[in-house]
Protein backbone atom coordinates (compact mmCIF):
# COMPACT_ATOMS: atom_id res chain seq x y z
CA UNK A 1 0.00 0.00 0.00
CA UNK A 2 1.31 3.58 -0.83
CA UNK A 3 4.59 1.96 -0.90
CA UNK A 4 4.27 -0.02 1.85
CA UNK A 5 5.19 2.73 4.25
CA UNK A 6 2.74 1.74 6.75
CA UNK A 7 4.75 -0.34 9.64
CA UNK A 8 1.96 -0.76 12.27
CA UNK A 9 -1.64 0.28 13.50
CA UNK A 10 -3.35 -0.44 16.57
CA UNK A 11 -7.04 -1.11 16.67
CA UNK A 12 -9.65 -1.86 19.46
CA UNK A 13 -12.27 -4.69 18.36
CA UNK A 14 -16.28 -4.72 19.25
CA UNK A 15 -18.55 -7.34 18.48
CA UNK A 16 -22.46 -5.96 18.01
CA UNK A 17 -25.17 -8.83 17.71
CA UNK A 18 -22.17 -11.19 16.54
CA UNK A 19 -21.27 -8.26 14.04
CA UNK A 20 -17.83 -7.44 13.96
CA UNK A 21 -16.48 -3.83 14.20
CA UNK A 22 -12.29 -2.85 14.04
CA UNK A 23 -11.97 0.64 15.52
CA UNK A 24 -8.71 2.74 14.05
CA UNK A 25 -9.27 5.57 16.62
CA UNK A 26 -5.40 6.70 15.40
CA UNK A 27 -5.38 5.98 11.70
CA UNK A 28 -1.83 6.49 10.55
CA UNK A 29 -2.67 8.01 7.06
CA UNK A 30 -4.06 11.11 6.00
CA UNK A 31 -7.99 11.23 5.49
CA UNK A 32 -8.78 14.98 3.92
CA UNK A 33 -12.04 16.84 3.22
CA UNK A 34 -14.18 19.63 5.37
CA UNK A 35 -16.59 16.80 5.95
CA UNK A 36 -16.96 12.99 7.11
CA UNK A 37 -18.64 12.48 3.33
CA UNK A 38 -16.26 14.29 1.82
CA UNK A 39 -13.69 11.93 3.48
CA UNK A 40 -15.18 9.26 2.34
CA UNK A 41 -15.13 10.41 -1.02
CA UNK A 42 -11.11 11.07 -0.95
CA UNK A 43 -11.31 7.60 0.75
CA UNK A 44 -12.20 5.87 -2.20
CA UNK A 45 -9.83 7.23 -4.27
CA UNK A 46 -6.63 7.51 -2.44
CA UNK A 47 -4.17 4.39 -2.25
CA UNK A 48 -3.31 5.09 1.25
CA UNK A 49 -6.51 5.03 2.48
CA UNK A 50 -8.34 2.31 0.74
CA UNK A 51 -4.71 -0.13 1.53
CA UNK A 52 -4.93 0.77 5.32
CA UNK A 53 -8.77 -0.71 4.35
CA UNK A 54 -7.51 -3.45 2.62
CA UNK A 55 -4.82 -4.18 5.68
CA UNK A 56 -7.22 -4.48 8.27
CA UNK A 57 -9.83 -6.07 6.52
CA UNK A 58 -8.16 -8.40 4.27
CA UNK A 59 -7.13 -11.78 5.16
CA UNK A 60 -4.27 -12.78 7.16
CA UNK A 61 -5.95 -9.85 9.61
CA UNK A 62 -9.24 -9.92 8.45
CA UNK A 63 -11.49 -12.30 6.19
CA UNK A 64 -14.35 -11.72 4.00
CA UNK A 65 -17.12 -10.34 6.46
CA UNK A 66 -14.86 -7.93 8.48
CA UNK A 67 -16.22 -4.25 8.94
CA UNK A 68 -14.61 -1.23 10.75
CA UNK A 69 -13.88 2.18 11.05
CA UNK A 70 -11.50 4.73 10.73
CA UNK A 71 -12.14 7.62 13.03
CA UNK A 72 -11.87 11.17 11.89
CA UNK A 73 -12.50 14.54 12.98
CA UNK A 74 -16.38 15.72 13.06
CA UNK A 75 -18.19 18.06 10.63
CA UNK A 76 -18.39 20.77 13.28
CA UNK A 77 -18.01 21.18 17.23
CA UNK A 78 -21.65 19.76 16.96
CA UNK A 79 -20.58 16.10 17.43
CA UNK A 80 -18.07 14.29 19.26
CA UNK A 81 -16.19 12.57 16.12
CA UNK A 82 -16.63 11.40 12.85
CA UNK A 83 -15.81 7.89 11.23
CA UNK A 84 -15.73 6.38 8.14
CA UNK A 85 -17.15 2.70 7.61
CA UNK A 86 -15.40 0.40 5.29
CA UNK A 87 -15.65 -3.46 4.49
CA UNK A 88 -14.22 -6.16 2.56
CA UNK A 89 -15.38 -4.02 -0.81
CA UNK A 90 -14.95 -0.17 0.07
CA UNK A 91 -16.34 2.14 2.11
CA UNK A 92 -20.07 3.10 2.69
CA UNK A 93 -22.39 5.71 3.94
CA UNK A 94 -24.01 4.32 7.14
CA UNK A 95 -23.51 1.60 9.81
CA UNK A 96 -25.70 0.96 13.09
CA UNK A 97 -23.72 -1.50 14.46
CA UNK A 98 -20.68 0.46 13.97
CA UNK A 99 -22.28 3.46 15.41
CA UNK A 100 -23.13 1.46 18.32
CA UNK A 101 -20.18 -0.09 19.12
CA UNK A 102 -18.16 3.33 18.52
CA UNK A 103 -21.16 4.66 21.38
CA UNK A 104 -19.88 2.06 23.54
CA UNK A 105 -16.12 2.33 22.84
CA UNK A 106 -16.57 6.25 23.57
CA UNK A 107 -18.20 5.66 27.12
CA UNK A 108 -15.64 2.91 28.13
CA UNK A 109 -12.39 4.82 26.79
CA UNK A 110 -13.92 8.13 28.75
CA UNK A 111 -13.70 9.63 25.09
CA UNK A 112 -17.52 10.64 26.12
CA UNK A 113 -17.00 11.21 29.56
CA UNK A 114 -19.90 8.99 31.52
CA UNK A 115 -23.32 11.18 32.36
CA UNK A 116 -24.07 10.54 36.01
CA UNK A 117 -28.30 10.05 35.19
CA UNK A 118 -27.15 6.80 33.50
CA UNK A 119 -27.82 8.06 30.01
CA UNK A 120 -24.61 9.64 28.27
CA UNK A 121 -25.02 10.97 24.45
CA UNK A 122 -22.60 10.50 22.28
CA UNK A 123 -22.95 12.26 19.06
CA UNK A 124 -20.99 10.99 16.12
CA UNK A 125 -20.86 11.99 12.20
CA UNK A 126 -21.37 10.14 9.42
CA UNK A 127 -20.98 9.78 5.95
CA UNK A 128 -25.46 9.76 5.54
CA UNK A 129 -25.31 12.81 7.96
CA UNK A 130 -24.93 13.10 11.94
CA UNK A 131 -26.60 10.35 14.11
CA UNK A 132 -27.09 10.33 18.24
CA UNK A 133 -26.53 7.43 20.64
CA UNK A 134 -28.04 6.87 24.14
CA UNK A 135 -25.36 4.88 26.45
CA UNK A 136 -27.37 3.96 29.20
CA UNK A 137 -25.11 2.75 32.55
CA UNK A 138 -25.66 0.47 35.56
CA UNK A 139 -22.49 1.45 37.71
CA UNK A 140 -19.07 0.27 35.27
CA UNK A 141 -21.81 -1.54 33.10
CA UNK A 142 -23.32 -0.71 29.94
CA UNK A 143 -26.83 -2.18 29.66
CA UNK A 144 -27.93 -0.89 26.28
CA UNK A 145 -27.27 1.75 23.68
CA UNK A 146 -30.09 3.43 21.65
CA UNK A 147 -29.18 4.39 18.33
CA UNK A 148 -31.54 7.58 17.06
CA UNK A 149 -30.43 7.62 12.95
CA UNK A 150 -31.41 9.82 10.12
CA UNK A 151 -34.49 10.18 8.61
CA UNK A 152 -35.33 6.70 6.73
CA UNK A 153 -37.93 6.57 3.94
CA UNK A 154 -39.09 3.76 1.38
CA UNK A 155 -37.81 4.82 -2.24
CA UNK A 156 -39.86 1.95 -4.13
CA UNK A 157 -42.76 -0.53 -3.17
CA UNK A 158 -43.26 -3.96 -4.92
CA UNK A 159 -40.62 -3.69 -7.89
CA UNK A 160 -40.37 -6.44 -10.14
CA UNK A 161 -37.67 -8.64 -10.56
CA UNK A 162 -36.86 -12.29 -12.04
CA UNK A 163 -34.38 -13.94 -10.57
CA UNK A 164 -32.70 -17.12 -10.53
CA UNK A 165 -35.44 -18.32 -8.23
CA UNK A 166 -38.57 -17.44 -9.94
CA UNK A 167 -40.21 -13.85 -10.09
CA UNK A 168 -40.17 -12.02 -7.08
CA UNK A 169 -41.36 -8.29 -5.33
CA UNK A 170 -38.76 -6.29 -3.62
CA UNK A 171 -39.20 -3.09 -1.40
CA UNK A 172 -36.44 -0.72 -2.08
CA UNK A 173 -35.96 2.27 0.80
CA UNK A 174 -33.04 4.37 2.39
CA UNK A 175 -31.82 4.12 6.09
CA UNK A 176 -28.89 5.94 5.84
CA UNK A 177 -27.80 3.75 2.76
CA UNK A 178 -30.35 2.20 0.47
CA UNK A 179 -31.53 -1.63 0.77
CA UNK A 180 -33.81 -3.73 -1.51
CA UNK A 181 -36.11 -5.82 0.77
CA UNK A 182 -37.31 -9.61 -0.19
CA UNK A 183 -39.66 -11.57 1.56
CA UNK A 184 -37.62 -14.47 1.74
CA UNK A 185 -40.61 -16.98 1.97
CA UNK A 186 -41.34 -16.06 -2.22
CA UNK A 187 -38.15 -17.07 -3.13
CA UNK A 188 -38.39 -20.41 -1.43
CA UNK A 189 -35.80 -19.36 1.68
CA UNK A 190 -35.74 -18.89 5.79
CA UNK A 191 -33.70 -16.91 7.21
CA UNK A 192 -31.77 -19.55 8.55
CA UNK A 193 -28.04 -21.00 8.36
CA UNK A 194 -28.96 -23.65 6.77
CA UNK A 195 -29.93 -21.61 3.43
CA UNK A 196 -27.03 -19.25 4.39
CA UNK A 197 -25.38 -19.69 0.81
CA UNK A 198 -28.47 -19.22 -0.98
CA UNK A 199 -29.23 -16.17 0.72
CA UNK A 200 -26.02 -14.83 -0.29
CA UNK A 201 -26.46 -15.43 -4.07
CA UNK A 202 -30.23 -14.40 -4.38
CA UNK A 203 -28.73 -11.18 -2.05
CA UNK A 204 -25.89 -10.58 -4.76
CA UNK A 205 -28.29 -10.93 -7.65
CA UNK A 206 -31.04 -8.73 -6.25
CA UNK A 207 -28.25 -5.79 -5.70
CA UNK A 208 -27.13 -6.26 -8.83
CA UNK A 209 -29.99 -6.14 -10.58
CA UNK A 210 -30.95 -2.58 -8.81
CA UNK A 211 -27.82 -0.98 -8.79
CA UNK A 212 -27.38 1.41 -11.70
CA UNK A 213 -31.05 1.71 -12.15
CA UNK A 214 -33.35 4.65 -10.67
CA UNK A 215 -34.40 2.76 -7.84
CA UNK A 216 -30.82 3.20 -6.73
CA UNK A 217 -30.94 6.70 -6.91
CA UNK A 218 -30.94 8.71 -3.80
CA UNK A 219 -33.50 11.83 -4.42
CA UNK A 220 -30.82 14.63 -3.39
CA UNK A 221 -27.14 13.58 -2.62
CA UNK A 222 -26.23 11.37 -5.53
CA UNK A 223 -22.91 10.39 -2.78
CA UNK A 224 -25.62 8.69 -1.02
CA UNK A 225 -27.06 6.33 -4.01
CA UNK A 226 -26.22 2.65 -4.91
CA UNK A 227 -28.21 -0.44 -3.71
CA UNK A 228 -26.41 -1.27 -0.66
CA UNK A 229 -27.52 -4.51 0.02
CA UNK A 230 -30.62 -7.20 0.31
CA UNK A 231 -32.70 -7.58 3.40
CA UNK A 232 -34.09 -10.64 3.21
CA UNK A 233 -36.66 -11.19 5.71
CA UNK A 234 -39.23 -13.58 7.53
CA UNK A 235 -42.67 -12.61 9.34
CA UNK A 236 -42.65 -14.26 12.42
CA UNK A 237 -45.80 -12.70 13.48
CA UNK A 238 -46.66 -10.88 16.87
CA UNK A 239 -44.21 -12.34 19.58
CA UNK A 240 -45.66 -13.00 23.13
CA UNK A 241 -45.69 -9.60 23.99
CA UNK A 242 -47.79 -8.04 21.17
CA UNK A 243 -44.75 -6.67 19.27
CA UNK A 244 -43.73 -7.43 15.24
CA UNK A 245 -41.32 -10.15 15.10
CA UNK A 246 -39.31 -10.11 12.25
CA UNK A 247 -36.13 -12.25 11.43
CA UNK A 248 -33.73 -10.68 8.59
CA UNK A 249 -30.22 -10.97 6.90
CA UNK A 250 -28.50 -8.41 5.36
CA UNK A 251 -26.31 -9.08 2.43
CA UNK A 252 -24.40 -5.98 1.35
CA UNK A 253 -21.50 -4.99 -0.21
CA UNK A 254 -20.54 -8.02 -2.73
CA UNK A 255 -21.62 -10.80 -0.33
CA UNK A 256 -21.06 -9.84 2.44
CA UNK A 257 -23.38 -10.91 5.24
CA UNK A 258 -24.23 -8.60 8.47
CA UNK A 259 -24.47 -11.39 11.73
CA UNK A 260 -26.15 -8.76 13.65
CA UNK A 261 -29.72 -7.69 12.92
CA UNK A 262 -27.82 -4.80 10.92
CA UNK A 263 -28.34 -1.39 12.32
CA UNK A 264 -28.92 1.07 9.42
CA UNK A 265 -31.08 -2.28 7.79
CA UNK A 266 -33.17 -2.06 10.97
CA UNK A 267 -33.66 1.51 10.21
CA UNK A 268 -34.93 1.01 6.90
CA UNK A 269 -36.94 -2.09 7.49
CA UNK A 270 -38.88 0.31 9.75
CA UNK A 271 -39.15 2.89 6.86
CA UNK A 272 -41.16 0.10 5.04
CA UNK A 273 -43.01 -1.00 7.82
CA UNK A 274 -43.92 2.66 8.54
CA UNK A 275 -44.63 3.11 5.09
CA UNK A 276 -47.32 0.20 4.44
CA UNK A 277 -48.67 0.77 7.99
CA UNK A 278 -47.76 -2.32 9.59
CA UNK A 279 -45.25 -0.41 12.25
CA UNK A 280 -47.15 2.33 14.00
CA UNK A 281 -45.73 4.67 16.81
CA UNK A 282 -46.04 3.16 19.76
CA UNK A 283 -45.37 -0.36 18.79
CA UNK A 284 -42.06 -1.85 18.43
CA UNK A 285 -40.00 -4.06 15.72
CA UNK A 286 -38.00 -6.79 17.52
CA UNK A 287 -35.56 -7.67 14.83
CA UNK A 288 -33.86 -10.83 15.00
CA UNK A 289 -30.42 -11.76 12.94
CA UNK A 290 -29.70 -14.84 11.53
CA UNK A 291 -27.83 -16.28 14.19
CA UNK A 292 -30.17 -15.05 16.88
CA UNK A 293 -29.08 -11.70 17.88
CA UNK A 294 -31.86 -8.98 18.63
CA UNK A 295 -32.30 -5.30 18.07
CA UNK A 296 -35.80 -3.64 18.93
CA UNK A 297 -36.81 -0.73 16.76
CA UNK A 298 -39.33 1.68 17.22
CA UNK A 299 -40.89 5.21 15.45
CA UNK A 300 -39.11 8.01 17.38
CA UNK A 301 -40.50 10.55 14.84
CA UNK A 302 -42.42 11.09 11.61
CA UNK A 303 -41.05 13.51 9.48
CA UNK A 304 -40.76 14.76 6.10
CA UNK A 305 -36.95 14.86 4.48
CA UNK A 306 -35.93 14.86 1.23
CA UNK A 307 -39.29 15.23 -0.28
CA UNK A 308 -40.40 11.72 1.01
CA UNK A 309 -42.62 11.20 4.19
CA UNK A 310 -40.11 9.49 6.55
CA UNK A 311 -39.54 8.33 9.89
CA UNK A 312 -36.86 9.11 12.48
CA UNK A 313 -36.12 5.30 13.82
CA UNK A 314 -34.59 4.43 16.61
CA UNK A 315 -32.48 0.77 17.21
CA UNK A 316 -31.77 -0.48 20.80
CA UNK A 317 -29.24 -3.06 20.78
CA UNK A 318 -25.62 -3.69 22.72
CA UNK A 319 -21.54 -4.10 21.93
CA UNK A 320 -18.96 -5.82 23.73
CA UNK A 321 -15.23 -5.60 23.48
CA UNK A 322 -13.79 -8.33 21.95
CA UNK A 323 -10.13 -7.27 21.89
CA UNK A 324 -7.11 -5.38 20.96
CA UNK A 325 -4.87 -5.71 18.24
CA UNK A 326 -1.15 -4.36 17.35
CA UNK A 327 -1.07 -5.49 13.11
CA UNK A 328 2.32 -4.98 11.53
CA UNK A 329 3.21 -4.95 7.89
CA UNK A 330 6.10 -6.59 7.10
CA UNK A 331 7.86 -4.77 3.82
CA UNK A 332 8.99 -7.75 2.83
CA UNK A 333 5.80 -9.81 3.17
CA UNK A 334 5.08 -11.72 -0.43
CA UNK A 335 1.28 -11.45 0.45
CA UNK A 336 1.47 -7.38 1.58
CA UNK A 337 -2.02 -6.37 2.59
CA UNK A 338 -3.85 -9.46 2.29
CA UNK A 339 -6.41 -10.98 0.36
CA UNK A 340 -9.64 -12.42 -0.12
CA UNK A 341 -11.09 -15.45 -1.20
CA UNK A 342 -14.94 -14.58 -1.39
Known sequence: MAGQRLRAVSTVDYHTGGEPFRIVAEPPVAIEGATVADRRTFALADPGVDGLRRLLGSEPRGHADMYGGFLTPPDD????????????????????HGSIALAVWAVQTGRVPRDPSGSTTVVIDVPSGRVTLRVHTEGDGITGVDFVNVPSYRLAEQVPLTTSRGDVVVD?????????????????LAVTPEHYTALIAIGREIKWALDGTAYARHPVDDRLGGIYGTILYDDLGPDPDGNLHQRNVAVFADGQVDRSPCGSGTCSRVAVLAATGALEPGRTLVHESIVGSRFTARIAEAVTADGHEAVIPEVTGTAYRTGRHHFELDPADDLGTGFVLR
Not at 78 to 94: E, P, Y
Request: charged share 10%.
Open 172 to 188: VAYGGAIYAHLDAATAG
Open 77 to 96: EGAHFGVLFWHKDGFSTACG
